[in-house]
């Protein structure tokens, strides 16, 4: 199965994206990369009045874009020219609002040493308090992200990882109803009976808690299938 990877950057991506995608058939397999320039003034639908990001038109660009496509991993970069709204946050909102909640995440970055310096020598001539030290740091270590590389380093990173990763049982499930997408359930749990088979992949991208009710009928069915198969 081929790998899909979005890469987030306010900076176009294409040289980087044809790189990733000559290694990886080097390696002998295919990785599908896309990318969603977010804090780009090519994408001025994903800024407010300020010309800062807004994370709700980003979300909802998110969805509109990319509905469907199942992705294996997502890189973010950490510095999106802006003040408000860096890697490190998009990656919260997006944890926050349930997107993509399950998909992997790489953020990248060319500045980790400098933001990092930055914050340690605004604190030591005490322009910081010790408590915006301590969220700011606390916010980096809780964000659940699978590496964190320097930017040079992020494509031959994403190969890497994508070469050695193991598809998750959410993303088979979702691949397999999209290709049967205008299929629909006749017996399934109430909450899902009647609904296309694409639906059902939407619900597991979109929803975490009622993919994961989903996921869970499933197994009992089938586990329930199996065992009548067996007694016979």
């Not at 306010?10 to 320039?37: P, T, V």
């Not at 804090?39 to 800024?47: F, I, K, P, Q």
């Not at 998009?90 to 998909?103: E, S, Y």
Request: aromatic content about 10%; overall charge negative.
């Amino acid at each position: 199965m081929d790998k899909n990877c979005l890469i987030i950057d306010n900076d176009d991506q294409s040289d980087e994206i044809e790189g990733i995608i000559r290694k990886a058939k080097n390696k002998g397999f295919n990785i599908n990369c896309y990318q969603f320039n977010v804090g780009s003034t090519s994408r001025e639908d994903l800024l407010n009045d300020e010309k800062a990001i807004d994370i709700n038109k980003v979300i909802d660009s998110f969805h509109k874009e990319f509905h469907g496509i199942s992705f294996h991993l997502i890189a973010f970069d950490w510095d999106l020219s802006d003040e408000a709204t860096n890697g490190v946050e998009l990656i919260r909102q997006f944890q926050a609002k349930d997107v993509r909640k399950n998909t992997p995440k790489l953020l990248y970055s060319g500045v980790l040493k400098e933001q990092i310096a930055s914050m340690l020598q605004d604190f030591k001539a005490d322009r910081r308090q010790e408590k915006q030290v301590v969220n700011w740091l606390n916010s980096l270590i809780r964000t659940p992200i699978v590496d964190f590389v320097d930017r040079p380093e992020y494509a031959d990173t994403i190969v890497s990882i994508l070469e050695k990763s193991n598809d998750p049982l959410e993303f088979h499930i979702e691949s397999e109803l999209r290709k049967l997408k205008d299929f629909e359930f006749k017996s399934v749990f109430p909450e899902f009976a009647g609904k296309k088979y694409g639906d059902i992949a939407d619900i597991i991208e979109a929803d975490y808690q009622t993919g994961n009710r989903f996921k869970k009928e499933m197994i009992n069915q089938l586990i329930s299938y199996l065992t009548a198969i067996n007694l016979d």
